[in-house]
């Protein structure tokens, strides 16, 4: 490197959620020094999403030091596959089918970019910055619209043989039951995704004349929910019971295979803490395989979700490749 040469000490980290992107510029030290975002919704047509996202990066990066210190960006995607840095057949997302956006964001970039698992990068921010600081082997659970997880083995992220490894949220807990986003039926996101959550809470309305303080929102979420659990909402709180006895059922499932240190919870439904987390518990010591009964535990994150999910793409971004359009 010359004398003169610019010294690249800055990444971009994005998280591409289903309502919102968000992005930050990140120092070598995992500070955010600048961050903003937009609605994903917004832009159907992939491309221009792209250019969207390329612009307001470039100008977030110009008023904040400069591009030219920018080496990389790391992007974080539901469904999203760091072997092949595509979005792949997304049940969430507003575009369908492979949508290589790595590759369309480095040639509008003019930098190296990386993408991955948006479950797979929350790990990785949750292990440099949060809960997980310090743990080699645990499981990141995000309950949101969809319901993802990383698997932490050994210190690293364990992808798999084609970069799906961790997707709880389509593995089948009832046969025959709902049907998902994905096509299938009985999948843990379509009991304890936002939209599964929603569905019991109706369905138990329907199915008794019980009151209930639900009857009186026009528009019920997860988080309405929370909030009528919290006013002593008997109905609201079985809910959750209900939720929390087939999450933590799965878990217990899964922790008995691999054996981790701990399970933690993060994204919008994590926020119903214990309404949740407590029946989860009670219902994970039940089956968890005996010899690690009452050593795995379950935690909720210990940090916001889009700041963990720009510094867990950021984290992707500083391990990549260095490469400029520009040299």
């Not at 992220?157 to 084609?162: A, E």
């Not at 439904?269 to 795995?296: D, M």
């Amino acid at each position: 490197m010359s004398l003169n040469e610019t010294v690249k000490s800055r990444v971009i980290g994005v998280d591409i959620s289903l309502d919102r992107t968000s992005y930050a510029i990140v120092d070598v030290r995992g500070n955010i020094i600048a961050r903003d975002g937009f609605n994903t919704y917004e832009y159907p047509n992939v491309s221009e999403y792209v250019s969207t996202l390329c612009e307001k990066t470039v100008m977030l990066a110009e008023e904040n030091g400069g591009y030219e210190h920018i080496r990389s960006m790391g992007i974080s995607a539901p469904s999203g596959n760091n072997l092949t840095g595509c979005i792949e057949n997304a049940p969430n997302l507003i575009w369908k089918g492979i949508v290589p956006m790595a590759a369309m964001l480095r040639d509008r970039m003019g930098i190296a970019v990386a993408l991955g698992n948006d479950a797979h990068l929350a790990g990785m921010g949750e292990h440099a910055f949060g809960s997980a600081h310090g743990m080699k082997n645990f499981i990141l659970v995000t309950l949101g619209h969809g319901i993802g997880s990383c698997i932490f083995s050994n210190g690293e992220v364990h992808l798999g043989t084609d970069g799906f490894a961790g997707e709880v949220g389509h593995t089948c807990i009832i046969p025959n039951g709902r049907t998902c986003g994905c096509g299938k039926k009985g999948c843990l996101e379509a009991y304890c995704g936002a939209k599964g959550i929603v569905m019991t809470a109706e369905e138990m309305m329907a199915e008794s004349d019980k009151p209930s303080l639900m009857r009186t929102i026009d528009k019920l979420t997860p988080k309405s929910i929370t909030e009528c659990c919290e006013q002593g909402d008997e109905m609201a709180i079985e809910v959750y019971r209900r939720t929390g006895k087939l999450l933590g059922l799965t878990m217990s499932g899964y922790a008995s295979l691999l054996d981790p240190e701990a399970i933690i919870f993060a994204g919008g439904i994590s926020k119903a803490g214990n309404w949740i987390l407590e029946p989860a518990y009670e219902e994970f010591e039940k089956h968890v395989f005996h010899n690690i009964r009452g050593r795995v535990k379950l935690l909720l994150s210990a940090l916001e979700d889009h700041e963990r999910d720009v510094l867990g793409a950021s984290a992707l971004a500083w391990g990549i490749k260095e490469y400029s359009l520009f040299k």
